[in-house]
Structures are given as structure tokens and as C-alpha cells.
């Protein structure tokens, strides 16, 4: 059974950085898409950032672009997302997950973190 497990959240200032990081164990990380999504209070779970199973292509959501960058390092089985230029709005839950590109599912993510808090003060 895979398990990702996320930290790096924190409370940070507007305009601050934080990178959040999440660590995949009991699969084989290489094969997975890998996902960044947020929750905010009374809100749906959104898409934030996605990467490839060999590191690119990356893609961002609208809200996020030329603020946060996506990577991973397979070696250490992680992914990461830097978020620099920080705004309230970015203020939810933060979490990673993994679309097994060899389960013959499209698309969809099948493994998830719990969630990493963060939040970001006016």
C-alpha cells in the first residue's frame, strides 16, 4: 500500500515562502504523477500543481502560476512544492497524491497524504 505523507506547513506572513514536502513510501514512486491539491475552510479541495512521473511537464493552476513551482527528487521518493509570494487566499490544507500511471485508470488519483496546514497571515 503506498503511503504519502506531507509536511512543511507552518504560519507565514503575506508576501512570505514555504516549501512543503511529501514523502512516498510502499510503492514505486517513479511511476506516479504527482499532485498538489489545497482545501480551504468550507470550500471544495482544488487543484493546485501537477508533475510527471520523470519530473516534467508541470502544470499550475491559474491562482498559483509564477508562485509556486512543483518538483520532485526520485532518489528520495519526495515531492516538493515551493510556494514564494504568499497571499491569504492561500490559506487551506495542503495535499499531495499520486495517479499510478500503470493501473489502467486516466487521470486519477488514487493515493493521498493527509494534509499539511498552511497558513498565511495578513
Known amino acids: 500500500q503506498v503511503q504519502l505523507v506531507e509536511s512543511g506547513g507552518g504560519l507565514v506572513q503575506a508576501g512570505g515562502s514555504l516549501r512543503l514536502s511529501c514523502a512516498a513510501s510502499?510503492?514505486?514512486?517513479?511511476?506516479?504523477?504527482m499532485g498538489w491539491f489545497r482545501q480551504a475552510p468550507g470550500k471544495e479541495r482544488e487543484f493546485a500543481a501537477r508533475?510527471?512521473?520523470?519530473?516534467?511537464?508541470?502544470s499550475y493552476a491559474a491562482s498559483v502560476k509564477g508562485r509556486f513551482t512543483i518538483s520532485r527528487d526520485n532518489a528520495k521518493n519526495t515531492v516538493y512544492l515551493q510556494m514564494n509570494s504568499l497571499r491569504p487566499e492561500d490559506t487551506a490544507v495542503y495535499y499531495c497524491a499520486a495517479d499510478d500511471l500503470r493501473d489502467g485508470r486516466l487521470n486519477q488519483y488514487v493515493y493521498w497524504g493527509q494534509g499539511t496546514q498552511v497558513t498565511v497571515s495578513s
Open positions: 508533475i510527471g512521473a520523470s519530473g516534467g511537464p508541470t
Open positions: 510502499g510503492g514505486t514512486f517513479s511511476s506516479y504523477n
